[in-house]
């Protein structure tokens, strides 16, 4: 049998997990343990999470949020933490540490990266589009370019010297 979600807030299930008043402001001023709670409750509950939180009709900000929580897999590979501090952010990373009791691995590993500053993000890189520009490739090209040396630094984080990249070019 499936219970409505309307019926499962309204019996107090939210008030039970700190989180008070939800619907009352389209989950806007959600502190971030409720925004972690809440996503954690509607995973669980959900087989289509994305309708379920345009039916409740939240923020774009908890949409993307949970989202971006929903799409991450345990990562077993310092380029994979990478990869999702680029996509995600160190914040999200952080709630998903505390979500899959990874806390200890995930968020030192991160912090890890972060300190000895190896790329993640395109401004990252020791170069920029200016300089594939003066290698003669335009237009889309350079993004495309700027995203493949990305990936290649995050895996080998030495490459990350303007004089590798240029060679990769």
Same mark, same amino acid.
């Given at each position: 049998?499936?219970? /409505?979600l309307?019926?499962?807030?309204?019996?107090?299930?939210?008030?039970?997990? +700190? *989180?008070v008043? /939800? *619907?009352?402001?389209?989950?806007?001023?959600?502190? /971030?343990l $409720? =925004?972690?709670?809440l996503?954690a409750?509607l995973n669980q509950?959900?087989?289509?999470l /994305? #309708?379920?939180?345009?039916?409740l009709?939240c923020?774009n &900000?908890? #949409?993307? #949020?949970?989202?971006?929580?929903?799409?991450?897999?345990?990562p =077993?590979?310092r380029?994979?933490i990478?990869k999702i501090?680029?996509?995600?952010?160190y914040?999200?990373l952080?709630?998903y540490?505390?979500?899959? +009791?990874?806390?200890?691995?995930?968020?030192?590993?991160a912090? =890890?990266i972060i300190? &000895?500053g190896?790329?993640y993000?395109?401004?990252?890189? &020791?170069?920029n589009?200016?300089?594939i520009?003066?290698? +003669?490739i335009c237009? $889309? $090209?350079?993004?495309?370019k700027?995203?493949y040396?990305?990936?290649?630094?995050?895996? &080998?984080?030495?490459?990350?010297?303007? =004089?590798?990249l240029?060679?990769? *070019?």
């Open positions: 049998n499936f219970t /409505p309307n019926e499962i807030i309204s019996c107090g299930a939210l008030e039970h997990l +700190g *989180i008043n /939800p *619907i009352d402001n389209n989950f806007k001023h959600l502190e /971030p $409720e =925004d972690l709670r996503f409750f509950i959900s087989s289509d /994305p #309708y379920t939180l345009k039916s009709k923020s &900000k908890f #949409y993307n #949020y949970c989202t971006l929580l929903n799409e991450i897999t345990i =077993d590979t380029y994979e990478k501090l680029n996509r995600a952010g914040d999200i952080c709630d540490a505390r979500l899959t +009791g990874l806390t200890d691995k995930l968020i030192h590993i912090d =890890d300190a &000895k190896e790329a993000k395109l401004s990252h890189l &020791k170069l589009g200016q300089d520009a003066k290698h +003669g237009g $889309e $090209e350079i993004g495309k700027l995203e040396l990305l990936d290649l630094v995050m895996q &080998k984080p030495e490459l990350n010297t303007r =004089d590798s240029i060679e990769l *070019i």
